[in-house]
């Protein structure tokens, strides 16, 4: 997964029909989620399309993430998120503004409402799972 600071390099040089197509192209690069782990605890409440994020085991303290969606843009939002978290701990992740990381996008301004509506959720499931690791000390 690329960094979010590289991301955000490249989307700031970008017209808005292109931003859109670097959007959908950061959801296609996400590793692939198995359709049994789409399940009603994994769906993220309150978003426009369906969006899925599964917690996978800390690997050397980092936390990682399966998503999928079945709107594009959804998609390429959700993978905005986990890049913001990749190669960061639980703690750091539980203390993270993750909504700050992702200011540079300007999603509000950038994409309609509905699809953004759902991102304080998606921001609040992978915080929350954050903490609870941190908090548990794994």
């Known amino acids: 997964m690329r960094s979010l600071d590289d991301i955000a390099e490249e989307y700031l040089f970008l017209d808005p029909d292109d931003r859109y197509r670097l959007l959908i192209e950061l959801g296609r690069e996400l590793p ?21 994020v599964y917690p996978l085991p800390a690997e050397n303290g980092q936390l990682a993430f399966l ?8 998609k390429g939002i959700i993978a905005l998120v986990l890049a913001a978290v990749a190669g960061r701990c639980a703690a750091e992740v539980a203390a ?3 909504a700050g990381q992702l200011e540079p996008f300007d999603l509000k301004n950038q994409l309609s409402s509905n699809r953004t509506q759902g991102l304080p959720n998606m921001i609040a499931l992978v915080r929350d799972h954050a903490a609870r690791l941190a908090a548990s000390g794994a």
């Not at 989620?33 to 994994?42: C, D, R, V």
């Not at 769906?43 to 426009?48: A, H, I, M, Y």
């Not at 998503?67 to 959804?74: E, G, K, M, V, W």
């Open 67 to 74: 998503a999928d969606s079945n709107a594009a843009i959804t």
């Open 32 to 52: 692939p989620m198995p359709a049994e782990l789409k399940t009603p605890a994994t769906l993220v409440p309150g978003c426009s399309a369906s969006v899925w």
């Open 96 to 98: 993270l503004d993750i």
